[in-house]
């Protein structure tokens, strides 16, 4: 990786305002891209989400990560998984991709914040 990347990534400080605007912006970035992916009729619900978690755990840490998350579950919920743009009992297929989503998103959030703190070691 490039140095000038380095130097991003460990310029957002966990727990930072700009850490969580970061990640706000790339839940957004993900959610609009995800409405173009439906508009072709893709039915994957979280198929755009899953870089946004990474970009975000990566740039924010994990508590960027987590709030990502926490960001993702009602916006997939309300606006992508039918009957769109409302709130209505989810079916079991339904908690089983908020499960499988969840489960991945750890993942991530985890190898992102090991990444972070081996570019921190490798600093010194």
């Not at 130097?7 to 173009?36: C, D, G, K, N, Y």
């Not at 975000?56 to 709030?67: C, H, K, N, R, T």
Request: include cysteine; proline fraction near 6%.
């Amino acid at each position: 990786m490039r140095k000038g990347a380095e130097h991003i990534i460990l310029r957002v400080r966990p727990w930072s305002p700009s850490a969580f605007a970061a990640a706000l912006l790339v839940i957004a970035l993900a959610a609009a891209t995800q409405e173009v992916l439906v508009s072709f009729g893709s039915t994957l619900c979280f198929a755009t989400f899953f870089p946004a978690i990474l970009v975000a755990s990566l740039l924010g840490g994990a508590p960027a990560g987590a709030f990502a998350v926490a960001l993702t579950i009602p916006i997939v919920w309300w606006a992508f998984m039918p009957p769109y743009f409302e709130f209505n009992p989810l079916s079991a297929d339904d908690y089983d991709q908020i499960v499988v989503f969840l489960l991945c998103s750890s993942l991530l959030i985890c190898f992102s914040q090991l990444y972070r703190e081996a570019l921190v070691l490798s600093r010194k």
